[in-house]
């Protein structure tokens, strides 16, 4: 058997989907994944994975002497094969200073220089690309679906955090937040109004994204009166516990952002607004079911990840993204569930 060590140190989102990868290298033996403090829980409980290993490399283990003292504590479990699924310099110097013998990575990025196999990108959504490190090709007639450990004690802990908010029935996630500004929504406000009449509404996400739910845009132009179903902040969940949460969704709107990549594990049908990003760069939704919304600018897009802020200054990418072709979106999908929603 190969022991395997796949480091990914990036965004929260781009761990989910390397979750693919994780699997086809667990049917050859055991995997470990070097990851970021943020991310152990997401692993931790999977299936695919044997131990996970945080590095902290903006934190405790930043710097040369972080690479050292973490490359140390890897040489001594002693890896046959390194795949860097996120393929900086450094994790490519990490997996060097490790000693491990094989290690793999994407030819167009810095860890190539430390690798010993260097694989060309192929075309496709992330997480098939990533089989690529595994020597995988994909099934051509199925899609290839990040997932997630979760744990019995997740969804217990998800059902109790709804029924105390008072959310028993139906209801529609919204995840109004995104580690980069300019990949946000502004008018999540308006549309949870506005679905407010007809099902319940969860937000959820980090800590503090039901704020967003108040962010400027357009006059608002809700139905007349207050919502008649039940609202509910569940922001601030541990992630696994949130990713319940969605599971139990009639559907989910979201940004380009970890909520996103937390639907395709779950299953649960996904409206996807992009901005300055696109869904053909790898990262958009794929369900049977799910729709990708934004609108066609010259200007879009403007960055595979998402920036600080928008290069011209007007961010009319997500701005004129109306929230009436939103919720006919969210309509569709809960209708094909049951008629009398939304």
């Known amino acids: ?30 995997v470990d994944v070097v990851t970021t403090p943020e991310a152990v829980p997401l692993l931790e409980t999977h299936p695919a994975v044997r131990a996970v290993l945080p590095y902290d490399k903006r934190g405790a283990d930043r710097g040369p002497r972080g690479v050292v003292r973490v490359a140390r504590r890897l040489r001594e479990r002693r890896y046959d094969l390194a795949v860097l699924a996120q393929g900086s310099f450094r994790s490519g110097l990490l997996a060097r200073a490790a000693g491990i013998p094989r290690r793999v990575g994407f030819a167009d990025e ?4 430390w690798c010993t196999e260097r694989r060309a990108r192929p075309a496709g959504h992330q997480a098939e690309r990533l089989l690529a490190l595994a020597d995988t090709a ?14 019995d004690a997740d969804h217990a802990a998800a059902e109790a955090r709804l029924a105390a908010a008072g959310v028993t029935g139906r209801f529609v996630a919204l995840a109004p937040g995104s580690a980069r500004a300019t990949k946000r929504w502004p008018y999540y406000g308006e549309l949870a109004h ?20 108040g962010s400027a845009g357009p006059p608002a132009r809700p139905p007349a009166g207050p919502p008649s179903h039940s609202s ?43 901005g300055p990003t696109h869904p053909r760069y790898g990262f958009g939704p794929r369900g049977p079911r799910d729709v990708a919304l934004g609108v066609e600018l010259a200007c879009r897009p403007c960055s595979p990840h998402g920036a600080a802020r928008c290069p011209l200054e007007h961010h009319a990418c997500l701005r004129t993204l109306d929230v009436a072709a939103v919720r006919a979106a969210v ?8 008629a009398t929603c939304v």
Request: hydrophobic share 55%.
């Open 110 to 113: 810095p860890a190539a220089f």
């Open 138 to 151: 994909p099934a051509t007639d199925r899609v290839v679906s990040p997932s997630l450990g979760l744990t």
């Open 232 to 274: 509910a902040d569940l922001t601030g969940l541990p992630v696994r516990v949130s990713a319940a949460v969605i599971a139990r969704a009639a559907a989910a709107v979201t940004n380009d952002s970890l909520a996103l990549h937390l639907t395709q594990a779950v299953g649960t049908p996904v409206v996807a607004l992009f």
């Open 1 to 30: 058997m190969t022991a395997a060590l796949v480091l990914q140190t990036a965004w929260l989102g781009d761990v989910v989907l390397t979750t693919p990868l994780l699997s086809a290298l667990a049917a050859r033996g055991p």
């Open 194 to 213: 506005a679905l407010g009449a007809h099902v319940s509404i969860v937000v959820v996400g980090a800590q503090g994204d039901a704020d967003l739910l």
């Open 331 to 338: 309509r569709h999908l809960t209708l094909a569930e049951e």
